[in-house]
């Protein structure tokens, strides 16, 4: 079995979700202002929480995927979470995802996350190309991305069904070139 990696940025410390995070996860993930982009309900219970690092650990050592604690250093918290699911090996493609606690929007931590994450993709998952799906109203998710690097591919009008019905979702892609 691999040891989930550890990256380390100037502020932030991105390591494996523990059971001990289970506090700060449900912090923002029963925030229904998170929720709104998300594809699952506000959470409304802390063993929600627990289940999503339970799945975000199996998507780990299933080789599926990887999912990073974002940990604030200052503070020793976890203020968010981002990584990598629906890794096609085949295809040397992964699917990015991200949320963050509202606390710290606008501060430049999820960007400070994403580049790291992104070059450990290409250099060690040897990883041609990274996409994202948003939803198209997600103008902050938008803007991070583009400053990431990321080029918006298209719009893709009822591509995911999600909380009972359907919505669009904007590709953005980044090459490994």
Known sequence: MMTHPVLETERLLLRQLTILDTEDLFEYFSLDEVMEYYDLNTFED????????LHFNNEFESRKGF????????????????????WFHDH????????????YWRKGYMKEAILPIVTFGFETMNLHRVEAFIDPANISSEKLLISCGFK???????????????VDAKIFGIINE
Not at 46 to 53: L, P, V, Y
Not at 92 to 103: D, R, S, V, W
Request: net charge positive; hydrophobic share 35%; proline share 2%.
């Open 46 to 53: 802390k063993k929600e929480a627990k289940n999503i690092i």
């Open 67 to 86: 999912r990073w604690a974002i940990e604030l250093k200052s503070e020793k918290k976890v203020i968010g979470t981002c990584g990598y699911h629906n």
């Open 92 to 103: 040397f493609k992964a699917e990015i995802g991200y949320e963050l606690n509202p606390k």
């Open 152 to 166: 918006e591919e298209g719009t893709m009008h009822d591509f995911f069904f999600e909380k009972g019905r359907f």
